[in-house]
C-alpha cells in the first residue's frame, strides 16, 4: 500500500469552539513522509507545527499541539477524519490558535475529503504493527486503553457516567471505510452542569446547540440557568425535563460514544505513523489518549524498522522449488528457504540456521557462527527473487554484486536461528542495476543489515 494526500485543496471556515473567533482552515496536498503539520499563516515567519504526540501541550476539553510559543487547538476531528481516510500527508494551513469546531464532529472534515479525493504517492505506507498486548491505564480516572494486535485497525470504546441520562454507552469500528457514515457525524457533548465552569475558564466561547450536544442530568436552579444562558450570550430557557435539550435530536442512540471513538482516532493519529492493531478504551479521554499515544510514539521513534511478521503455519508466496528455478544457485550456496512477501519494491525470505550448515565446521568447531558475508549473501539471494520474479523467462537471467555499502553487523547468528531477511529497493530499475536496501532479524532484532547494487545480466 502506497502513501496518500489529498487531489487537491479544500477550505473550511467556522469559528473556534474555546475562542469563539472566525477560523479558516485550507488542507493541502503534502508530499511523501511529510505526515500531518498545521502552519500558522496568521504568524510571523509562519511557523508550522508537526501532529505528533511529544507536541501535545494541552488536553482540556480537547487536544492543543505547541511548539515554544505557538499553539493550535481542538485538532483531533480534523486528524481523524485524515486517519480514517488513510490520508499519510497533509498541510493544513490556519489562520488562528484553534481549528474551526462547524458543528461539532468531524462530517464536514469527511466530506470534503471525500469531494476532492486521493492522490496515491510513490513511497510506502509505514505501517507500525502492533505485536503484544500494550495498555495504559490512568489510576486516577480508572480509565485505560489497550491495544491487541491486529490484521488490520478497529476501535472499541465504553464510557460510562455518573448520570442517570448518559450512564453506559459502547460504540466501535472494524472498518475505516465506514468512518465517514457510522462516526464522523457525531457530535461533541457537555453536560449543563459544566457549562458555567468552562465558561469561567475563557472556554467553550464558541459552543452553542448547534455544535455541541448539551445534556440536563440534574436539576440546577432558574437562577443558575439564566446566568449560563447569560454567559452563553442565547436566550433564556426552561428546562422542565432531563434529557439531551438541542432542537436537532440525536443522530444515533450512542452518539457520544461515537464521538468518543472519533477523539481516540484522532489523537492516535499523533502516533505519526498507520497502526495495525486493535484498540480497547474504557473511560477515554484527550488526557489519558495522549498518555497512551505518547507511549506508543515513543517506541515507534526508537524502532528504526520492525520485523516482519512471520507465521509458519501459513503457506509461503514462493517455496524452494520455486526459488530453484528463480536462482541458479544450488548446494552449499543456496541461502534461502522460501519467500514470505514479494511485490514489486521488496520481498521477504526465510532462512532456517541449522547445525548442518557446511560452513558450521569450519566457523567455528567451538562456537558455530554463521558468517557476515553469508547473511549478506542471503539478502542478495531474496533480493535476486525479488528483480528476477517480474522478467520474463528469469531463468535466463543472474544477478551480481557491484557494490555492496554501509554493511553493520549487530548480534551472532547461531545454528537454531530463524533469518527473516527484508529487502527493499531504494530506486527504480536502471539499466539493469537494482539498488537495495536488507535487514536480516532473528525474532524483532536486527542482526544484519546492508545496502547494495546488483546488475542483472543474461546467461551465456
Same mark, same amino acid.
Given at each position: 500500500?502506497?502513501?496518500?494526500?489529498?487531489?487537491?485543496?479544500?477550505?473550511?471556515?467556522?469559528?473556534?469552539?474555546?475562542?469563539?473567533?472566525?477560523?479558516?482552515?485550507?488542507?493541502?496536498?503534502?508530499?511523501?513522509?511529510?505526515?500531518?503539520?498545521?502552519?500558522?499563516?496568521?504568524?510571523?515567519?509562519?511557523?508550522?507545527?508537526?501532529?505528533?504526540?511529544?507536541?501535545?501541550?494541552?488536553?482540556?476539553?480537547?487536544?492543543?499541539?505547541?511548539?515554544?510559543?505557538?499553539?493550535? !487547538?481542538?485538532?483531533?476531528?480534523a486528524l481523524a477524519a485524515l486517519y480514517a481516510a488513510g490520508i499519510d500527508n497533509c498541510e493544513i494551513e490556519i489562520n488562528g490558535d484553534e481549528m474551526p469546531i462547524l458543528d461539532g464532529s468531524a462530517v464536514i472534515f469527511a466530506d470534503e475529503i471525500a469531494r476532492v479525493g486521493l492522490e496515491t504517492?510513490?513511497?510506502?505506507?509505514?505501517?507500525?504493527?502492533?505485536?503484544?498486548?500494550?495498555?495504559?491505564?490512568?489510576?486516577?480516572?480508572?480509565?485505560?486503553?489497550?491495544?491487541?494486535?491486529?490484521?488490520?485497525?478497529?476501535?472499541?470504546?465504553?464510557?460510562?457516567?455518573? !448520570?442517570?441520562?448518559?450512564?453506559?454507552?459502547?460504540?466501535?469500528?472494524?472498518?475505516?471505510?465506514?468512518?465517514?457514515?457510522?462516526?464522523?457525524?457525531?457530535?461533541?457533548?457537555?453536560?449543563?452542569?459544566?457549562?458555567?465552569?468552562?465558561?469561567?475558564?475563557?472556554?467553550?466561547?464558541?459552543?452553542?446547540?448547534?455544535?455541541?450536544?448539551?445534556?440536563?442530568?440534574?436539576?440546577?436552579?432558574?437562577?443558575?440557568?439564566?446566568?449560563?444562558?447569560?454567559?452563553?450570550?442565547?436566550?433564556?430557557?426552561?428546562?422542565?425535563?432531563?434529557?439531551?435539550?438541542?432542537?436537532?435530536?440525536?443522530?444515533?442512540?450512542?452518539?457520544?460514544?461515537?464521538?468518543?471513538?472519533?477523539?481516540?482516532?484522532?489523537?492516535?493519529?499523533?502516533?505519526?505513523?498507520?497502526?495495525?492493531?486493535?484498540?480497547?478504551?474504557?473511560?477515554?479521554?484527550?488526557?489519558?489518549? !495522549?498518555?497512551?499515544?505518547?507511549?506508543?510514539?515513543?517506541?515507534?521513534?526508537?524502532?528504526?524498522?520492525?520485523?516482519?511478521?512471520?507465521?509458519?503455519?501459513?503457506?509461503?508466496?514462493?517455496?524452494?522449488?520455486?526459488?530453484?528455478?528463480?536462482?541458479?544457485?544450488?548446494?552449499?550456496?543456496?541461502?534461502?528457504?522460501?519467500?514470505?512477501?514479494?511485490?514489486?519494491?521488496?520481498?521477504?525470505?526465510?532462512?532456517?540456521?541449522?547445525?548442518?550448515?557446511?560452513?558450521?565446521?569450519?566457523?567455528?568447531?567451538?562456537?558455530?557462527?554463521?558468517?557476515?558475508?553469508?547473511?549478506?549473501?542471503?539478502?542478495?539471494?531474496?533480493?535476486?527473487?525479488?528483480?528476477?520474479?517480474?522478467?520474463?523467462?528469469?531463468?535466463?537471467? !543472474?544477478?551480481?554484486?557491484?557494490?555492496?555499502?554501509?554493511?553493520?553487523?549487530?548480534?551472532?547468528?547461531?545454528?537454531?536461528?530463524?533469518?527473516?531477511?527484508?529487502?527493499?529497493?531504494?530506486?527504480?530499475?536502471?539499466?539493469?542495476?537494482?539498488?537495495?536496501?536488507?535487514?536480516?532479524?532473528v525474532g524483532e532484532k536486527v542482526v544484519c543489515e546492508a545496502e547494495f547494487m546488483a546488475q542483472i545480466i543474461k546467461n551465456k
Open positions: 500500500m502506497n502513501q496518500l494526500t489529498i487531489k487537491e485543496p479544500f477550505t473550511v471556515k467556522g469559528k473556534g469552539l474555546h475562542t469563539g473567533l472566525e477560523i479558516t482552515a485550507t488542507f493541502k496536498p503534502a508530499p511523501v513522509n511529510y505526515g500531518y503539520k498545521f502552519k500558522r499563516i496568521d504568524l510571523e515567519g509562519e511557523p508550522v507545527i508537526e501532529a505528533v504526540a511529544e507536541n501535545v501541550v494541552d488536553t482540556t476539553r480537547g487536544t492543543v499541539l505547541g511548539k515554544k510559543n505557538v499553539k493550535i !487547538s481542538t485538532v483531533e476531528h504517492q510513490e513511497a510506502e505506507k509505514d505501517f507500525y504493527i502492533i505485536k503484544e498486548k500494550k495498555q495504559f491505564k490512568d489510576e486516577e480516572t480508572g480509565a485505560t486503553i489497550t491495544i491487541y494486535p491486529d490484521d488490520g485497525f478497529s476501535v472499541e470504546t465504553m464510557v460510562e457516567y455518573n !448520570s442517570p441520562i448518559l450512564p453506559n454507552q459502547f460504540a466501535m469500528i472494524d472498518d475505516l471505510t465506514e468512518f465517514r457514515q457510522e462516526v464522523a457525524g457525531a457530535r461533541t457533548f457537555v453536560f449543563v452542569r459544566e457549562i458555567e465552569q468552562l465558561a469561567n475558564l475563557g472556554l467553550i466561547k464558541g459552543g452553542d446547540l448547534e455544535n455541541a450536544i448539551v445534556i440536563y442530568d440534574k436539576p440546577i436552579s432558574q437562577e443558575s440557568i439564566d446566568n449560563i444562558c447569560d454567559l452563553m450570550k442565547v436566550e433564556h430557557m426552561r428546562l422542565d425535563n432531563l434529557g439531551y435539550i438541542n432542537p436537532k435530536p440525536l443522530k444515533w442512540d450512542n452518539e457520544p460514544a461515537r464521538h468518543k471513538l472519533m477523539d481516540v482516532i484522532g489523537d492516535l493519529a499523533l502516533v505519526g505513523r498507520p497502526i495495525r492493531g486493535r484498540v480497547v478504551a474504557v473511560r477515554p479521554g484527550h488526557t489519558v489518549n !495522549s498518555k497512551f499515544t505518547r507511549m506508543l510514539r515513543k517506541e515507534v521513534k526508537h524502532t528504526e524498522i520492525q520485523a516482519p511478521v512471520y507465521n509458519p503455519n501459513v503457506a509461503p508466496i514462493i517455496d524452494i522449488n520455486g526459488i530453484r528455478r528463480l536462482l541458479p544457485h544450488r548446494y552449499p550456496f543456496l541461502l534461502i528457504d522460501k519467500i514470505i512477501e514479494l511485490d514489486k519494491r521488496h520481498a521477504v525470505a526465510v532462512k532456517n540456521v541449522t547445525v548442518n550448515e557446511p560452513f558450521f565446521p569450519g566457523h567455528f568447531p567451538q562456537e558455530p557462527v554463521m558468517p557476515g558475508v553469508l547473511q549478506v549473501e542471503a539478502m542478495a539471494q531474496a533480493a535476486g527473487v525479488l528483480v528476477l520474479n517480474y522478467l520474463e523467462d528469469p531463468e535466463k537471467y !543472474s544477478t551480481y554484486f557491484l557494490k555492496i555499502d554501509n554493511v553493520k553487523f549487530r548480534q551472532k547468528v547461531v545454528p537454531g536461528s530463524t533469518l527473516l531477511l527484508n529487502v527493499s529497493l531504494i530506486t527504480e530499475i536502471r539499466r539493469g542495476c537494482a539498488v537495495v536496501k536488507g535487514y536480516a532479524f
